[in-house]
């Protein structure tokens, strides 16, 4: 199992659990659902003034939602802060594949009415068929993906 986890496994469980309970409380305490896509176009409603930005969920949604959005960023540098230098995750891929990457993703979260983690945490935890079959397709295209890009010697 370590080949699988060369960097340990408890910080990814670590990970998940404070991510599941933060989800969890904010559903429970407020009975607003977490979706990370939701809070891009909600951030988008401030700069944008395209219809589908300006509907009454976004724009009611936007100022916690960005809160929200700070909150993850400043998460993230509280962890490398602690972790120091060795946090740096080089992906070793050039910035015009990432960035057609994250174009892909976006578009896809927003065709699909929500991000891979939105549907999987967030839709699974309150039984949304949408959300299943939603998971089931990125899945099976991810894994479909992987094969397709290893069969041409990409990795």
Known sequence: MMHLFPNGWIHYLLGGLLIGAGVSLNFVFTGRVTGMSSVFSAGWSFVSQRAFFQQARFLATRYWRLLLALGVVLGALLWRSWLGPSADIATGLPWWRLLAGGLLIGFGARLSDGCTSGHG??????????????????????????????SLGMR
């Open 121 to 150: 945490i967030c839709g699974l935890a309150s039984l949304s068929l949408s959300s299943l079959l939603a998971v089931i397709i990125f899945l099976a295209t991810a894994i479909v993906s992987v094969h397709l890009l290893m």
